[in-house]
T-cell receptor
Framework: DTGVSQNPRHKITKRGQNVTFRCDPI?????LYWYRQTLGQGPEFLTY????????KSRLLSDRFSAERPKGSFSTLEIQRTEQGDSAMYLC??????????????FGPGTRLLVL | AQKITQTQPGMFVQEKEAVTLDCTYD???????LFWYKQPSSGEMIFLIY????DQQNATEGRYSLNFQKARKSANLVISASQLGDSAMYFC??????????WGAGTKLIIKP
């Protein structure tokens, strides 16, 4: 399977704990995106990387959230001191941007986070 | 501001009938892309179809077609011969000048046997 993968698929944690999610993009893709989706809503953009550089962060991404893509391949999203409002589906997507054009963003299966 | 509007929160359709899901958009960029994604209850966002703003013909992918009316700023998804497996949330999205996707609120489609 050469699609986008995310781990874990589900995470239950207690309020105040830290959690980390991983995303492995399609191997030749240079862009990686993180989104958050709450029930009944469309995805909300959080941040994206071009290779290893984090180029934009949404204002939704408070200082408790940090994302990395150290070698331009997989990415991690960490949430510190989780709050119940962080409960959501966290989606990762990747795409290939070449010479000013972009191919489709392909999504992983998501990580469902529940903060108790 | 760029915006995607999906006015149908939910739809019920009889199996084997065609269904049209509405999407209107607002942008001042001359170049943009429009996408439709399907999200089953499992949660994965599945790409269905893409339409570029300069494409002369409406996009088609199997049973999916995109009814692109540029002057009206609409990009409706048409699913022909609906199947039970088509039951899912459907999202319309627009790619902005930074290649980021702006999403609509989605339409929940339920196919009745």
């Amino acid at each position: 399977d050469t699609g986008v993968s995310q781990n874990p698929r589900h995470k239950i944690t207690k309020r105040g704990q830290n959690v980390t999610f991983r995303c492995d993009p399609i191997s030749e893709h240079n862009r990686l995106y993180w989104y958050r989706q709450t029930l009944g809503q469309g995805p909300e953009f959080l941040t994206y990387f071009q290779n290893e550089a984090q180029l934009e962060k949404s204002r939704l991404l408070s200082d408790r959230f940090s994302a990395e893509r150290p070698k331009g391949s997989f990415s991690t999203l960490e949430i510190q001191r989780t709050e119940q409002g962080d409960s959501a589906m966290y989606l990762c997507a990747s795409s290939l941007v070449l010479a000013g054009t972009q191919e489709t963003q392909y999504f992983g299966p998501g990580t469902r986070l529940l903060v108790l | 501001a760029q915006k995607i509007t999906q006015t149908q929160p939910g739809m019920f359709v009889q199996e084997k009938e065609a269904v049209t899901l509405d999407c209107t958009y607002d942008t001042s960029d001359p170049s943009y892309g429009l996408f439709w994604y399907k999200q089953p209850s499992s949660g994965e966002m599945i790409f269905l179809i893409y339409q570029g703003s300069y494409d002369q013909q409406n996009a088609t992918e199997g049973r999916y077609s995109l009814n692109f009316q540029k002057a009206r700023k609409s990009a409706n998804l048409v699913i022909s011969a609906s199947q039970l497996g088509d039951s899912a949330m459907y999202f319309c999205a627009m790619e902005d000048s930074n290649y980021q996707l702006i999403w609509g609120a989605g339409t929940k489609l339920i196919i009745k046997p």
